[in-house]
């Protein structure tokens, strides 16, 4: 009675977008209990696990129709979990999960942008997740491409905590981890392990695949990823590189040889929007010009 949420999908050429309005009279985010400790009844001590808290996580398998996978032995699934978090730093943490966003060590570098507003009755909460995070490895050929027509697999499990303190016992479970977990496609808290419980998502309107192909990417840092001036470039090859900034179709927008390791490239004429960083032809990155 006193959890509730509404969630929208949206979706353009990069990214997905997911927004949730939540009704809970109490956020307890990561940042609040992740150095929480306890004792246990055998007298050792436990700390609070990242999953222990108010989180949303998403659920996308973008594999052919029939297709079904169990916990553990995720291909095509990926299990991405979001910390709603007042905070001004929400990429303090990884992004955890299953599949290949086990660990996304950072979330802002990739593009994945988070906003958590408290409302009257709980908050609102914001991602954009780029396609790169959730989409399969480059190597899986078959996977769903998110394009017009296609549809994949897709869930949401929100989980509530509502107890601030621990404590200090094992057993006492109800202060220090999450009482609830709302599944969206069905009401079994184990869906997450089981694809076959998920929904289904249809893409529909134009669409770009324009994926960064991961198998293609180079040791290139490229920084910031949401940038007003500059965007800097490291770890380039000592020979000649060609840097190129294109937009989402692919056209040439800025183009720099450089012969440095590094490199400073002035964007402040770009437009704003979204553009690919390529280096010798590999896309490296992608940017977002404010």
Same mark, same amino acid.
């Given at each position: $009675?006193?959890?509730?949420?509404?969630?929208?999908?949206?979706?353009?050429?990069?990214?997905?977008?997911?927004?949730?309005?939540? /009704?809970?009279?109490?956020?307890?985010?990561?940042?609040?209990?992740?150095?929480? /400790?306890?004792?246990?009844?055998?007298?050792?001590?436990?700390?609070?696990?990242?999953?222990?808290?108010?989180?949303?996580? !998403?659920?996308?398998?973008?594999?052919?129709?029939?297709?079904?996978?169990?916990?553990?032995?995720?291909?095509?699934?990926?299990?991405?979990?979001?910390?709603?978090?007042?905070?001004?730093?929400?990429?303090?943490? @990884?992004?955890?999960?299953?599949?290949?966003?086990?660990?996304?060590?950072?979330?802002? $570098?990739?593009?994945?942008?988070?906003k958590t507003v408290k409302t009257a009755t709980g908050y609102t909460f914001e991602a954009r997740i780029p396609?790169?995070?959730?989409?399969?490895?480059?190597?899986?050929?078959?996977?769903?491409?998110?394009?017009?027509?296609?549809?994949?697999?897709?869930?949401?499990?929100?989980?509530?905590?509502?107890?601030?303190?621990?404590?200090?016992?094992?057993?006492? @479970?109800?202060?220090?981890?999450?009482?609830?977990?709302?599944?969206?496609s069905s009401d079994w808290s184990r869906d997450w392990g089981f694809t076959d419980y998920y929904g289904v998502?249809?893409?529909?309107?134009?669409?770009l695949n324009v994926g960064i192909d991961k198998s293609k990417t180079t040791s290139v840092k490229v920084y910031?990823?949401?940038?007003?001036?500059?965007?800097? !470039?490291?770890?380039?090859?000592?020979?000649?590189?060609?840097?190129?900034?294109?937009?989402?179709?692919?056209?040439?927008?800025?183009?720099?040889?450089?012969?440095?390791?590094?490199?400073? !490239?002035?964007?402040?004429?770009?437009?704003?929007?979204?553009? !690919?960083?390529?280096?010798?032809?590999?896309?490296?990155? @992608?940017?977002?010009?404010?």
């Open positions: $009675a006193d959890y509730g949420m509404t969630f929208k999908v949206a979706y353009d050429a990069a990214n997905m977008y997911f927004f949730a309005d939540v /009704t809970d009279e109490s956020l307890i985010s990561w940042s609040q209990v992740k150095d929480q /400790t306890f004792t246990k009844t055998d007298g050792t001590i436990g700390a609070t696990t990242p999953y222990q808290c108010d989180n949303i996580e !998403l659920y996308t398998l973008f594999a052919p129709a029939g297709t079904v996978e169990g916990p553990w032995s995720l291909t095509y699934a990926s299990q991405l979990r979001m910390w709603p978090d007042l905070t001004p730093t929400p990429f303090s943490e @990884k992004i955890t999960g299953g599949g290949w966003s086990s660990a996304i060590e950072d979330p802002g $570098a990739l593009g994945y942008v988070t396609f790169t995070v959730i989409l399969p490895p480059s190597d899986i050929t078959d996977a769903v491409q998110p394009v017009n027509g296609n549809s994949i697999f897709f869930d949401v499990n929100p989980a509530d905590r509502d107890v601030l303190d621990i404590g200090p016992a094992e057993s006492d @479970k109800a202060g220090r981890e999450r009482e609830l977990i709302a599944s969206w998502a249809t893409f529909k309107g134009k669409i910031p990823t949401v940038c007003t001036n500059y965007v800097k !470039l490291e770890n380039l090859s000592d020979a000649t590189s060609v840097i190129k900034i294109c937009n989402l179709a692919g056209q040439n927008i800025l183009s720099q040889n450089v012969q440095n390791s590094y490199v400073n !490239l002035n964007v402040e004429n770009l437009k704003s929007g979204m553009y !690919l960083v390529t280096v010798n032809g590999k896309v490296v990155s @992608k940017i977002i010009k404010k």
